[in-house]
């Protein structure tokens, strides 16, 4: 599978492509070297990327506000949509039965995918690098919030 156009829309070229191949490897396809750990850690990377950015821009607002932006940008649909944006799809190695699942019921898989994606990248590169890339997949959403 040619990671090229992935890695050209992440903005990001992975140092080590065998990150990347794990991130996009559902259990159906292995059930002992899959993407389930990677998502476990995307998801906190996400989410603190997030929290920081939050944290840094609304600086006069409380817990309970930006909690829910984080929420509202975090929620399984805008991940979705993120992973469809980024062709995750086409990407991820399933086991035939779970190819031939419809659209919706792929939801999941798309979202577990882009976390682990973001979890790839944390350890082939750092915080820094996958906080900057987190900010750019999101930047349109970011660049709308208001605390209003």
């Not at 995307?42 to 929290?51: F, K, M, Q, T, Y």
């Not at 999941?108 to 690098?129: C, R, V």
């Amino acid at each position: 599978m040619d990671y090229k156009e992935l890695q050209h829309q992440l903005n990001y070229k992975f140092k080590n492509i065998e990150l990347l191949e794990l991130a996009l490897t559902h259990k159906s396809y292995s059930n002992s070297n899959n993407n389930e750990r990677l998502e476990y850690l995307g998801d906190s990377i996400l989410n603190s990327a997030i929290s920081q950015y939050l944290f840094k821009r609304f600086t006069n607002e409380k817990e309970g506000l930006l909690t829910r932006m984080r929420a509202y940008l975090v929620k399984a649909e805008t991940l979705t949509m993120k992973a469809e944006e980024l062709d995750l799809i086409d990407c991820i190695q399933l086991s035939r039965g779970t190819a031939n699942l419809s659209r919706e019921r792929k939801n999941s898989i798309l979202e577990d995918s882009f976390e682990a994606t973001i979890g790839a990248i944390f350890l082939d590169s750092g915080w820094d690098q996958v906080n900057m890339i987190v900010l750019g997949i999101f930047n349109n959403e970011l660049k709308h919030l208001s605390a209003d």
